[in-house]
């Protein structure tokens, strides 16, 4: 049991970290939000982050970056966003000057999550970056060393972690209310159309270990409050001839401390969005464990544990935040996305040997 305590204070992932009331000082009134400036304009700031930031009460879309200008007057119109906080890659540095801008978050494909969001840090505002944090974990901890060097915080966007199902089985995790954890079956994958480019390219941190490996990797560490021991996995493509640099699907096995055994699966091939956990006495499950619309689970004495009902994006980000303005630890800070990116590297290692276990 201290072991599971001790990941969860280590990792950041006590519930009221982040969760604080505002000081007392500071009135509705009075109160003024974070602004927030979007580096990169894809899909998930376009469709997601924006809108989600709508409904935030502790911060706002102020500003820009992007390397499209034809984006430039749509998303002017859509949000107000002001001529002095529209950037561009190459002078996104010019931050530092701007008052508007509390908080940078990083909204880039992976392989180019190190360079901006050290120089995110480098303007001295707090850094956001998304899921999967870097690469490699070397790249990880050049990130978490920029902001501790530039004194921001650092959060990662592990959104699942601010969601209230997840947050009971995280909860669970330590006080094993089904008794001692035996088995999990973690899977986070999709089988769409058209797949974004960049995510077929090795260098750009493509690969489905990657785009979704890291939903089934922090949900088999959050839903055991452990971390893993040793790993063994395998890589395989039904699709050759576009997956030739990447992998479509991984299939992992993580041992754990107290002999719990987790079974992952990650795909670019299949729907998969599942987290079961099996204990000595009883189970639970979360399905799906990720979705935008809601995250559903059950028990198996009948307990339904059912969506709940916000934007998850605008908690996330009103959590960060949060964290922010009470200068109390983020949810889910920049060591716990190296956590998962070792884990990654050691399952590429594996798949490489052909399947091989690896001490972690």
Known sequence: MNNRRDFLKKSGLFLTAAMLPFPACISSNSYKKLGVALVGLGYYSTDLLAPALQQTDHCELRGIVTGSPEKIPVWQRRYGIKDSNVYNYENMHQIANNNDIDVIYIVLPTGLHAEYAIKAANTGKHVWCEKPMARTSEECRQIIDACKKNNVKLSIGYRMQHETNTQTLMKWAETEPYGNIRHVISEAGYNGGT??????????????????????????????????????????????????????????????????????????????NNLEVTCERGWYYLRPMQAYSGVRGKTSDGKILAPMGKNQQAVQMDDDALAIINDSPVLVPGEEGLKDIAIVEKINESASLGGKRLSL
């Open 195 to 272: 797949i974004n480019p960049w995510k077929l390219e090795k260098e750009m941190g493509g690969g489905a270990i990657y785009d979704m490996g890291v939903y089934p990797i922090n949900a088999a560490r959050y839903s055991t409050g452990l971390e893993p021991v040793a790993v063994s996995a395998t890589q395989s493509t039904k699709r050759p001839e576009i997956f030739d640099e990447v992998d479509e699907t991984t299939n992992f096995k993580l041992e754990f401390p107290e002999g719990i055994m987790v079974e992952g699966k990650t795909s670019f091939g299949e729907n998969l």
